[in-house]
């Protein structure tokens, strides 16, 4: 209710910046924030950028990050002229809308999972729309950051009117399967909230195979590795696109400079890293803009070759 008072009285103008910050100070789960919003342009489509957070567990120390020691870490780091904010993951939803739907790229995570995490639905209603207006939702894959954000608190769809939209092979890996029949015992947590988003989805859930998933405008790019069925897409308007990554990467300032840093949370370390050095290679040759539910918020922009590895050039903020 705060928070529509303070949307109402943005229209009046200058008299409104003390408001805002009493709001900001009294209402914050963690420290310093305000939902996050960010409006990028494609073609004729608008593209709203959702932060749902972050978390600061992708190192080495807490057995995240594989492939790189404790020390390479840290100096990488403290020389990549991020500051401190580099050791911290964003995680990024997209509301994309287009002719006559509003399209979620990923739901987020549930409130209850991580503290940090969960603010998707703030941020979208933060940003002037209604959770029962969602159309579709695009999942790229079944993890809790991804699709846990379809759960309310107490168990309810938190999108009831929209299709839920995940790949075949993602449904059935996750809700076919469970921790000892895939081999992948510290997965407990992940198949159960997997579990939970499909059933709390009910028959709006649609599986898909191919690139058309039946949306104008997008389509899916299978990105296999991180996940059996993890896709990124393609959303594309009036002659412009964005090529929308998803988990590719998940800690940007390490895994750009060091592409054969993986996460032991992927299902399949061996795929991901292919997947993710062949794709990093095409987007830098191509100049390609793209999009990473894992760059730093609001997560659009280009990577650049860089020694061994690549850079990320954020792109400016646009108004509009
Ligand atoms: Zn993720």
């Not at 039946?214 to 993890?230: E, K, N, Y």
Request: charged share 25%; glycine share 10%.
């Amino acid at each position: 209710m705060k928070r529509r008072t303070l949307m109402k009285g943005a229209a009046s103008g200058l008299a409104l910046s003390i408001p805002q910050v009493k709001i900001a100070q009294g209402t914050m789960a963690f420290a310093g924030s305000i939902e996050n919003i960010q409006r990028l342009r494609v073609g004729s489509a608008t593209v709203t950028a959702l932060s749902d957070g972050y978390v600061d567990i992708i190192t080495p120390q807490a057995q995240v990050l594989q492939g790189i020691d404790a020390e390479a870490y840290e100096q990488t780091i403290a020389t990549s002229g991020r500051g401190a904010g580099a050791r911290q993951t964003d995680v990024n939803a997209y509301l994309v809308e287009m002719i006559d739907r509003k399209i979620l790229i990923d739901a987020g995570t549930n409130k209850g999972f991580i503290p940090t995490l969960g603010r998707t639905q703030d941020a979208l209603v933060a940003a002037g729309h209604r959770p029962e207006d969602i159309t579709d939702i695009v999942i790229t894959h079944m993890h809790p950051d991804h699709s846990a954000g379809l759960i309310s608190e107490d168990g309810s769809a938190l999108y009831p009117g929209a299709r839920v939209l995940v790949h075949e092979l993602e449904y059935d890996y996750w809700v076919n399967g469970d921790p000892v029949s895939r081999g992948r015992p510290d997965m407990e947590v992940q198949f159960q909230l997997a579990k939970a988003a499909a059933e709390v989805s009910g028959d709006r859930l649609v599986l898909f195979s191919g690139e058309d998933i039946g949306l104008p405008g997008i389509t899916a790019v299978p990105l296999f590795g991180h996940t059996p069925g993890h896709v990124g897409c393609v959303i594309e308007s009036d002659g412009d696109h964005v090529f929308v990554v998803s988990d590719i990467v998940h800690q940007s300032v390490i895994q750009l400079k060091h592409p054969e840093v993986s996460v032991a949370f992927d299902v399949d370390q061996n795929e991901a890293r292919k997947t993710r050095i062949k794709t990093l290679d095409r987007i830098a040759t191509d100049g390609e803009r793209i999009i990473g539910m894992h760059m730093p918020f609001p997560g659009a922009g280009r990577i650049e070759r860089a020694g061994e590895g690549y850079r990320w050039i954020a792109e400016e903020r646009e108004y509009f």
